[in-house]
């Protein structure tokens, strides 16, 4: 799977949107990006996730370049809840035979919302 | 709503005891995982099941061992083999194992050792 870089915390107030960058520049073209949130003592949340198009569902908007190298996870309205620690996964959609199956975190990027 | 249930929260093992996690799903999923992760550190995949009755050893499946009896349940014991138990479990299971939908988790069970 790619190697992702996301910076290590970010701050946002809270209304305002939030940007949350990932860098992926090795990606190869049958891998998605996935991202997933862990808020303090909690299990993982999944997110978003997209191959080449932009998506969006209630949580966020996935915004990914054109080369698909990097990619962006918006929060609209971030609110005090969305406090938490972010993370940007790229791995191939679907069992290619190797070990993509099991997910692994880097060290995400923790957003911070205040009030 | 489906989701994932983990249980208990909260677990303290003693010494040389046997002590198991349940999970269960209610989302119709084939696959199922567990893994674990441990403070300032990323998740390690314990064991996965594709399908019901068929499981597969992780990256550190000693000390510890599942069953899949039933599609939405797949209970983890942790064994006194176990050396060092301590850490946060998490149960996560997808659509297929061969798909590109994502795994989602449940909350986790924390595991202590009196």
């Known amino acids: 799977d790619a190697k992702t870089t996301q910076p290590t915390s970010m701050d946002c107030a809270e209304g305002r949107a939030a940007n949350l960058p990932c860098n992926h520049s090795?990606?190869?073209?049958?891998?998605?990006v996935y991202w997933y949130r862990q808020i303090h003592s909690q299990g993982p949340q999944y997110i978003i996730h997209?191959?080449?198009n932009n998506e969006t569902n209630e949580m966020a908007s996935l915004i990914i370049t054109e080369d698909r190298k990097s990619s962006t996870l918006i929060l609209p309205h971030a609110t005090l809840r969305d406090t938490a620690v972010y993370y940007c996964i790229v791995r191939v959609g679907g069992y290619s035979g190797g070990s993509n199956y099991k997910l692994t975190f880097g060290k995400g990027t923790l957003l911070t919302v205040n009030p | 709503d489906g989701g994932i249930t983990q249980s208990p929260k909260y677990l303290f093992r003693k010494e040389g005891q046997n002590v198991t996690l349940s999970c269960e799903q209610n989302l119709n999923h084939d696959a199922m995982y567990w893994y674990r992760q441990d403070p300032g550190q990323g998740l390690r995949l314990i064991y996965y099941s594709q399908i019901v009755n068929d499981f597969q050893k992780g990256d550190i499946a000693e000390g510890y061992s599942v069953s899949r009896e039933k599609k939405e349940s797949f209970p983890l014991t942790v064994t006194s083999a176990q050396k060092n138990p301590t850490a946060f479990y998490l149960c996560a299971s997808s659509i297929g194992f061969d798909s590109n939908q994502p795994q989602h988790f449940g909350d986790g069970t924390r595991l202590s050792i009196l």
């Open positions: 997209g191959l080449k």
């Open positions: 090795t990606i190869s073209g049958n891998e998605y």
